[in-house]
């Protein structure tokens, strides 16, 4: 794009610099610019990045602006009323480049990324695919999401988060997504959306753009979104575990870290195997299945898809380790890190996953759980009661929410269960509790970090 086209998307004012200036890439991270880049300055809470304006300059990059440029500057400076809502706007002019590029986006409180994953990997054999980076769903990293999209695409699968009221309206201006995909409706970021109804409700705005050909598919094992199936004015198609749904799974067994099952809908049934663990991984295949074929893919494609799948990093990752202790005999240990983030739905998830692994000991390092506001005590609990009905042996419990989970996990049996006021006092117990065929699941809200016992434990260990 040229400055001026930037210019007229984003609403903004060209202070100085050549219009005709071509930008190649746009970053707002101060250290990624060089010649060809546009800065965004994002104002955030701690730091103001219009303080790297001048060494972005240096680089030579053109930058957006919300303050007057120094006097003499020769590089384009581009004033706006807010730099996020700039790179929407920006980010949606470049998106509608591409009228024919199909859309999908992926919502829900739990499983986005790992589902977004499952979908593209579905997609990459029949279709040349662009999707979300990592976990860039938020009202910044979206938006630069976009400016991905290549000519040759076909299909898009794109992530999206929501945290307060008014920002899915937002993300669907920019994406402007023709199918989406809905995994739950759980208590992530209830704090702010105050019920899971409102949850629902700001999620489904991901459908803002649907004309009578969008197509909504949605996890109907969730009773919330059960309530919308051939409610709204498009096509809903159900995918799920129970038999009541349009794509569901029946005789699910683990192969290995792997999973097999069959596909019942669209009128068939059919084999399909994915390397992942779990009812979740199941019921993600199943959307990747429903939305490959709804876009004309043969089940063989979209299996040979599938086999590329991978779980995204401290998302689920087993690791099989070697620990030889001094005066110990060597152990064989499944490390499951699961650590980059953490909801209840998603831990009890986690926990499931763990015991299905499991060969002998079973070991949950859990941490605190945030923005759970009113509810975080009654959460936290029942994360805790949900593992000692699943028989886990030991709990390590994290930080001061997660009392809680110990809580929850003593009263209801769990035979075994330690409190940690941080990471490093939970490797210290963990270390302790080690024996050989024990596996481990690790996880915790980001803000915990609890990624620092995994990368600690597979120091010491020998990664098979």
């Given at each position: 794009m040229t400055v001026k086209e930037i210019v007229n998307a984003s609403g903004g004012q060209l202070l100085c610099g050549d219009p005709e200036t071509t930008i190649t890439n746009l970053q707002y991270d101060s250290r990624?610019?060089?010649?060809?880049?546009?800065?965004?300055?994002?104002?955030?809470?701690?730091?103001?990045a219009h303080k790297f304006i001048?060494?972005?300059?240096?680089?030579?990059?053109?930058?957006?602006?919300?303050?007057?440029?120094?006097?003499?500057?020769?590089k384009p400076f581009i004033k706006v009323d807010d730099t996020r809502t700039a790179l929407q706007r920006t980010a949606a002019a470049y998106r509608a480049r591409f009228p024919q590029l199909t859309v999908i986006g992926v919502t829900g409180s739990v499983g986005k990324t790992?589902?977004?994953?499952?979908?593209?990997?579905?997609?990459?054999?029949?279709?040349?695919?662009?999707?979300?980076?990592?976990?860039?769903?938020?009202?910044?990293g979206m938006p630069m999401t976009m400016f991905d999209i290549e000519p040759e695409h076909q299909a898009a699968v794109i992530e999206m988060g929501v945290s307060e009221f008014g920002e899915m309206d937002r993300l669907c201006d920019v994406s402007r997504p023709q199918m989406a995909v809905m995994t739950n409706i759980g208590s992530a970021h209830i704090e702010n959306l105050l019920t899971r109804e409102n949850i629902r409700s700001e999620k489904l705005k991901i459908t803002k753009h649907f004309d009578s050909d969008g197509v909504l598919f949605l996890n109907g094992d969730d009773s919330l979104l059960r309530e919308l199936y051939g409610t709204l004015p498009f096509?809903?198609?159900?995918?799920?575990?129970?038999?009541?749904?349009?794509?569901?799974?029946?005789?699910?067994a683990a192969q290995g870290f792997s999973t097999v099952f069959t596909c019942v809908g669209g009128g068939k049934e059919k084999r399909f195997v994915i390397p992942a663990l779990g009812v979740h991984s199941v019921c993600n295949a199943l959307a990747a299945i429903a939305s490959a074929r709804h876009l004309g893919l043969d089940d063989d494609v979209i299996q040979e898809g599938l086999n590329t799948y991978k779980n995204a990093p401290m998302r689920q990752q087993i690791y099989?380790?070697?620990?030889?202790?001094?005066?110990?005999?060597?152990?064989?240990?499944?490390?499951?890190?699961?650590s980059y983030n953490a909801s209840p739905e998603a831990a009890k998830v986690s926990v499931d996953v763990l015991?299905?692994?499991?060969?002998g000991k079973t070991i949950a390092v859990l941490a605190d759980m945030l923005e759970l506001g009113e509810q975080s005590e009654k959460l936290h609990y029942g994360v805790g009661e949900h593992l000692a009905n699943a028989g886990i042996d030991?709990?390590?419990?994290?930080?001061?929410?997660?009392?809680?989970?110990?809580?929850?996990a003593l009263t209801n049996g769990c035979p075994d269960v330690i409190t940690a006021g941080n990471n490093s006092q939970a490797y210290d117990e963990l270390i302790k509790k080690l024996e050989d065929n024990c596996s481990i699941l690790v996880k915790g809200s980001r803000g915990m970090h609890t990624d620092e016992i995994c990368k600690k434990l597979r120091e010491v260990c020998t990664v098979k």
């Open positions: 990624l610019v060089g010649e060809g880049s546009l800065f965004v300055p994002i104002r955030g809470e701690k730091v103001d001048d060494q972005c300059m240096e680089k030579g990059a053109a930058t957006f602006t919300e303050y007057d440029a120094p006097e003499g500057s020769v790992s589902t977004k994953e499952m979908i593209a990997a579905g997609l990459s054999k029949g279709l040349n695919v662009m999707k979300t980076s990592g976990n860039k769903n938020s009202q910044i096509r809903t198609i159900s995918f799920g575990m129970g038999e009541d749904n349009d794509y569901y799974a029946k005789d699910a099989s380790l070697e620990y030889k202790l001094q005066g110990r005999d060597e152990m064989k240990i499944t490390l499951i890190d699961d015991k299905s692994v499991s060969k030991c709990l390590i419990a994290v930080g001061e929410l997660s009392k809680n989970t110990a809580e929850g």
